[in-house]
T-cell receptor
Framework: NAGVTQTPKFQVLKTGQSMTLQCAQD?????MYWYRQDPGMGLRLIYY???????DKGEVPNGYNVSRLNKREFSLRLESAAPSQTSVYFC??????????????FGPGTRLTVT | AQTVTQSQPEMSVQEAETVTLSCTYD???????LFWYKQPPSRQMILVIR??????QNATENRFSVNFQKAAKSFSLKISDSQLGDAAMYFC??????????????FGAGTTVTVRA
């Protein structure tokens, strides 16, 4: 049981290049999330998808786009990378049933450096 | 997003001793959930403990326990009998429960715990 997987694990981009971070979960979860982690700031939500077919902005969406390809997959795209997007990116998923407390399961993260 | 504050950037504890990490949050909601996540050097985020705001009883998971003070909006984590494997960054997180259908988390900045042998 793989849980949440992310590819790639590491990436170096030049300013202006584009790339897509891939995320997949095999737990049949409805909700998926993309966070970024910067030193001293914890994790901040970029985008999320409460259910298949829906996506919404989080706290720091500028410079990113997302696609909920199907229930399993949720990708994050950087159209024109900037040095300010150097960060560690985490994908997470959770079940979504009102009234119940479900934890979020996290992928291993992608360390992205933009030069 | 709700504001979650962890005022201790770093904490150090002797092996087998106890350490308490503080967390406060700002909310006007009465229904919500609180979590502590552990992030070891491997970078993997691991759930340590969770608390439902409507429960008065403090959650406990083996050597980890919380002190949940709803009126004070405080949610501290106590690690008892600290072990070398407890060395990690710990994040406090908040999740709205009122009419929420997205279950997104707001995180604090984290506290790095060092365990001395």
């Amino acid at each position: 049981n793989a849980g949440v997987t992310q590819t790639p694990k590491f990436q170096v981009l030049k300013t202006g290049q584009s790339m897509t971070l891939q995320c997949a979960q095999d737990m049949n979860h409805n909700s998926m999330y993309w966070y970024r982690q910067d030193p001293g700031m914890g994790l901040r939500l970029i985008y999320y998808s409460a259910s298949e077919g829906t996506t919404d902005k989080g706290e720091v969406p500028n410079g990113y786009n997302v696609s909920r390809l199907n229930k399993r997959e949720f990708s994050l795209r950087l159209e024109s990378a900037a040095p300010s997007q150097t960060s560690v990116y985490f994908c997470a998923s959770s079940e979504a049933t009102s009234g119940l407390i479900y934890e979020q399961y996290f992928g291993p993260g992608t360390r992205l450096t933009v030069t | 997003a709700q504001t979650v504050t962890q005022s201790q950037p770093e904490m150090s504890v002797q092996e087998a001793e106890t350490v308490t990490l503080s967390c406060t949050y700002d909310t006007s909601e009465s229904d919500y959930y609180l979590f502590w996540y552990k992030q070891p050097p491997s970078r993997q985020m691991i759930l340590v403990i969770r608390q439902e705001a409507y429960k008065q009883q403090n959650a406990t998971e083996n050597r980890f326990s919380v002190n949940f003070q709803k009126a004070a909006k405080s949610f501290s984590l106590k690690i008892s009998d600290s072990q070398l494997g407890d060395a990690a960054m710990y994040f406090c997180a908040y999740r709205s429960g009122e009419g929420s259908n997205d279950y997104k988390l707001s995180f604090g900045a984290g506290t790095t715990v060092t365990v001395r042998a």
